[in-house]
């Protein structure tokens, strides 16, 4: 795989240490009765690990010159699918799968967080994800109020799910070196959370309010053009606090307070 002609466009960045790929394979927990869902198959060495490990396993690949090596693989519970998975529509991709599945994924840092989002919000069979990210990133997800990293990231995660960091890993750890460390994040979904809040229509407030994140609660409100007989609904003191200083919990009961 040495030969292989690494693109920057696509984040490849192929991990090959067997300690390492056993390590991710333990942390998301796959077992012999598990369907896996894989974003970005690389050189093939994660996928070779789940396939020993799980009982099927659906691999995405953007790179079409990966192809005949992945398949040179000859691993019979894997189904390789050469498409860009941010172009396939959620129930396309849960159509090739009966039943639930994690997600485990190495992924380029330039695709992250779409890909966390798009799986929280309109996956309906995932039941976690296990995802290499950069070390930064991972301190986003698993953020909470009054840091600086707490922002829509770890709050829609937090809403979806439960996130922790894993593990820390060098970027000595993979081929071509990126530039920073990386880190194991596990989400582990819980969509019985707050089943009767529309995730969407939170998700669209969440984003409003942190569109300028140093401004007090009432500024991005204004600036969202929210009438003012909803924003008076709420105290004085809540409308002059910034919205990382809000907990998830206050930030839901806010919500509901302006919209229901």
Known sequence: MLNHNFKKKFGQNFISDSNLLAAICNDAEVGKEDVVLEIGAGGGTLTKELAARAKRVISYEIDGDLKEHLLSL?????????????????????????????????????????????????????????????????????????????????IMTSFYGEAAIKRIVSRNMFYPKPDVDSALVTIKIDREKYKNINGDEFYDFICKIF????????????????????????????????????????????YLNIFK
């Open 74 to 154: 000859d691993l019979p519970n894997t189904e390789f699918i050469f498409e860009d998975i941010m172009s396939a529509k959620m129930e396309d991709i849960e159509s090739k799968i009966d039943g639930e599945y994690k997600l485990v994924a190495n992924l380029p840092y330039y695709i992250t967080s779409p890909i966390i989002f798009k799986f929280l919000r309109e996956a309906k069979l995932c039941s976690s994800l296990t995802i290499m990210v950069q070390k930064e990133v991972a301190q986003r997800i698993v953020a909470k109020k009054d840091c600086g990293e707490y922002g829509v990231l770890s």
């Open 211 to 254: 569109a300028m994140r140093r401004k007090t609660l009432k500024n991005n409100l204004l600036h969202a053009s929210l009438p003012a007989e909803k924003i008076n609904k709420l105290d004085d003191l809540t409308l002059k606090m910034r919205p990382e200083n809000f907990s998830l919990d206050r930030l839901i009961a806010i």
